[in-house]
């Protein structure tokens, strides 16, 4: 399946609530390798057609404020989380096909010669 542009007339997305930092779950999700041009509201209206969001956090540039191509989320339904990934894994977005997983599942990157750890930020609520 492919993605292109804001005019697939997928309407607004309802806003998650931000706030203070909620713990880390199992089915906190990370997507990744997304265009660095999509700003917050267009990933939420990606997700958004699986289940309302409980949290979500696009990572940013600190200086700049461009978006890494990274987001972490949660839905309000938790039976979701499979879905969502099923459903979107693999989605080709502008040419980028995105990687949706289980935040936990990303704790350990491979890299060249060995192994990161990734701590990604905590959701707000």
């Known amino acids: 399946a ?3 542009g804001m005019g697939m ?3 607004a997305a309802p806003a998650a609530q931000t706030g203070p930092h909620i713990p880390d779950h199992p089915n ?3 997507i ?3 265009p660095l041009s999509l700003k917050a509201d267009h ?3 990606i997700l958004t057609p699986v289940g309302e969001l409980e949290a979500f956090h696009l990572v940013t540039d600190a200086v700049t404020g461009a978006s890494r191509g990274v987001a972490f989320f949660k839905f309000v339904d938790e039976s979701k989380t499979q879905a969502a990934i099923d459903a979107l894994n693999g989605l080709e977005i ?3 096909k995105i990687v949706l997983q289980r935040q936990g ?3 350990l990157a ?4 060995g192994v990161r750890a990734v701590a990604p930020p905590p959701l707000l609520v």
């Open 2 to 4: 492919e993605y292109m």
């Open 110 to 113: 491979p890299m060249a010669g």
């Open 9 to 11: 007339g997928l309407g």
């Open 105 to 107: 599942d990303s704790l």
């Open 43 to 45: 990933v939420k209206s």
């Open 32 to 34: 990744s390798n997304l």
């Open 28 to 30: 906190n999700l990370m």
């Open 94 to 96: 502008d040419s980028h």
